[in-house]
């Protein structure tokens, strides 16, 4: 999974809903204002599950394990390969949240309102809407927090 990839993300259910990030307006920044998953940018030879932990605890401070992680879509775009993850953590963690100093909120809201919403950043939420399409078609229910193995 270590392809030269340039960043990783998170759709973090907490219960029922998912952890999105209102993105800040900074000049440059790819979808400024839009709703973002927690996630970004490769530090040196990290792996993309310890890219999507780092970034995860630094954002909104939540400690992903890596056996929290469900590897579920490789994108490619014009900057790169990046890595989407799922995990399913228990809705007390939402306790557990501590916003960090990048974009200008968070919120939890379910996912079919993400994918909806006018300023999910369109990539990322079909992203999410295959995840939950392709879930509940194998499990024909919504998808749950994982089984420890």
Known sequence: ????????????????????????????????GGLDLPGGGREGCETPVECVIRETREEVGIALRRQDLIHVHRRQSAAGTSHFFAAHLPKHTEHDISFGNEGIGWWLMTPQAYVAHPDAIPPFAEIVRSYLANTKEKTGAEPQQPTPV
């Open 1 to 32: 999974m270590n392809d030269g990839f340039h960043g990783a993300k998170v759709m973090l259910f907490i219960g029922p809903r998912i952890l999105v990030l209102r993105r800040d307006h900074t000049p440059g920044i790819p979808w400024p």
